[in-house]
């Protein structure tokens, strides 16, 4: 009993000097090494940059590259449909099959005095001969304006009998190349009955005679209508637009497209 009360207060006594030695302050030396290990921390992590202000940093960048980068795809859209849109005018017009029965017009009948055709061969000339057809508008459109002219120099003349000489000369300029002209498409309107008649017979042979007088006809027309029209177009020049903004519209759409 009494051995072991002696083991047991040596114990006792061991256990607090090692709490005795726990309690006691470090070494300086140990204490300079672990301070200047702290120094050399604090130094690393001045060097080291602040992950915040590296952050910081970096947003307005990725700002500026999300706005360049929409506005790069908003112009490569604008490019895409200026591309589509021009390549379906291009293939609509030029490569796309063309409809005859949508892109056949619709014959209207129009007065063409100075053209001595019957109705019938008019609107055939307008259904075979589309070219010759326009050219017989304009030939008729030429001719009033002759007549007009005509009719003006021949007013002036009554006005003042005395100078009827100059009234004539200019009087016969004009007559002439109205004559020249109206024998022109005479000779033109010849063909165009003979072809007429002939589809009516025989439409295959008909169709044949077409092929080869449209082109024909219509430089004929056109070869007669050059130097009239050259000859008018100082009168078209010189006539006076109406007043009021309907007519003057009217006036101006008749003289663009007749």
């Not at 006792?12 to 030695?21: R, V």
């Not at 120094?39 to 360049?68: A, V």
């Not at 007009?148 to 190349?177: F, M, S």
């Amino acid at each position: 009993m009494l051995g072991f009360g002696k083991k047991k207060k040596k114990e006792n006594e061991k256990g607090e000097k090692d709490s005795l030695k726990k309690d006691l302050p470090e070494s300086p030396d140990k204490d300079k090494g672990k301070g200047k290990d702290k120094g050399k921390g604090k130094d690393k992590d001045k060097d080291k940059p602040d992950p915040q202000d590296s952050s910081e940093k970096k947003i307005p960048e990725k700002k500026k590259r999300k706005l360049f980068s929409k506005k790069l795809v908003f112009i490569f859209l604008l490019v895409l449909i200026a591309l589509g849109a021009s390549s379906y005018v291009v293939y609509t017009f030029y490569f796309a099959p063309k409809n005859p029965e949508t892109l056949k017009a619709t014959y209207k009948k129009i007065e063409l005095k100075h053209i001595n055709l019957p109705e019938e061969m008019i609107k055939f000339s307008f259904d075979y001969f589309p070219d010759l057809y326009v050219a017989m508008i304009t030939f008729n459109k030429e001719m009033d304006l002759f007549d007009k002219e005509i009719e003006r120099i021949d007013a002036i003349a009554q006005k003042y009998p005395d100078q009827q000489k100059i009234a004539d000369k200019e009087k016969k300029a004009w007559e002439k190349a109205k004559n020249a002209l109206e024998k022109a498409f005479l000779k033109i309107e010849k063909p165009v009955k003979e072809t007429y008649v002939l589809l009516r017979v025989n439409k295959e042979q008909g169709l044949s005679q077409i092929q080869t007088k449209n082109k024909e006809l219509t430089e004929l027309a056109l070869t007669a209508l050059t130097p009239a029209q050259e000859m008018t177009q100082k009168l078209k020049s010189t006539q006076e637009v109406p007043e009021g903004v309907i007519q003057g519209t009217i006036y101006k759409l008749k003289k663009k497209f007749l």
